[in-house]
């Protein structure tokens, strides 16, 4: 596996903001509501674009380099621009500016963390087919609403990513996901398990009062609990063994 062919979390981001494009571009009831709204979406599209251009301009050609391998600077500006758009979004309720050095920084270390975990991978030697691929954009397709998978990988291209790209990421990605998978081993939670997070946020909801939304009950909601408890471990086990992977890495970042 190539250094081009590494994990690139750029296509969750991208698929979110293409997601995002599609639904501020959807039409009025009228031509006049339709042509103000592209106007619209166009004026902001062409600002968003420029203050992407502006902060991610004095980023290195290589942002990293992780044991020997290069973290490139269009590797990088797609994930921190999606990034910054979606801080920029949330910041908006506060009035406050996202700190776009913290995002950088933050966008390095995931970039690098997903490099390690995509070494260790093909070290072991996991792979994915390309059938397997291919009915995961399916699925892709499938969860947000689009008829197909060309849909999806036009809605990616919108926002900067190619169908290469895409199954490049999506192919990694999925690599990662079964080496985490490999590591963490059994995660199913036991009834315990689940009674217990079930007990801590009716407790955490009682603690809010009115403020805090019912909680159906535990029959009804069993299945999303598991899923969340799965989620976690899983979570819980990349981060770890990320944390295991830098400490024998050789890992340089240059912003």
């Known amino acids: 596996m190539t250094s081009s062919q590494r994990l690139r979390p750029a296509l969750g981001l991208s698929l979110a903001a293409a997601m995002l494009a599609l639904a501020a571009c959807g039409g009025g009831d009228d031509a006049s509501d339709s042509a103000a709204t592209s106007e619209e979406s166009t004026s902001q599209e062409e600002s968003a674009g420029a203050d992407d251009s502006t902060a991610s301009g004095d980023i290195p050609d290589v942002v990293a380099e992780v044991n020997g391998e290069e973290v490139t600077k269009d590797e990088f500006v797609p994930v921190f621009e999606a990034q910054l758009q979606q801080a920029t979004a949330q910041a908006q309720s506060t009035g406050q500016a996202p700190d776009e050095d913290a995002i ?3 966008t390095a ?6 490099e390690l975990l995509a070494q260790e991978a093909e070290s072991r030697g996991i792979s994915v087919s390309e059938q397997d691929v291919e009915d995961e954009l399916a699925t892709l397709a499938k969860e947000n609403q689009l008829a197909s998978t060309d849909e999806l990988i036009a809605a990616l291209e919108k926002q900067g990513t190619t169908e290469e790209q ?3 990421q999506l192919e990694t990605q999925m690599v990662i996901e079964q080496l985490v998978a490999d590591e963490a081993g059994s995660v199913e939670p036991t ?3 689940l009674r217990k997070i079930y007990a801590d946020a009716k407790k955490q909801q009682a603690q809010m009062g009115k403020q805090g939304q019912k909680i159906p009950p535990y029959a009804q909601v069993k299945s999303q609990i598991a899923e969340q408890a799965k989620s976690e471990k899983l979570s819980e086990v990349a981060q770890s063994l990320v944390e295991t992977l830098r400490e024998d890495a ?6």
């Open 109 to 114: 270390d995931q970039l690098v963390d997903n």
């Open 250 to 255: 050789d890992i340089q970042v240059n912003l």
């Open 166 to 168: 895409a199954r490049v």
């Open 191 to 193: 009834e315990q398990d």
């Open 104 to 106: 950088k920084q933050q």
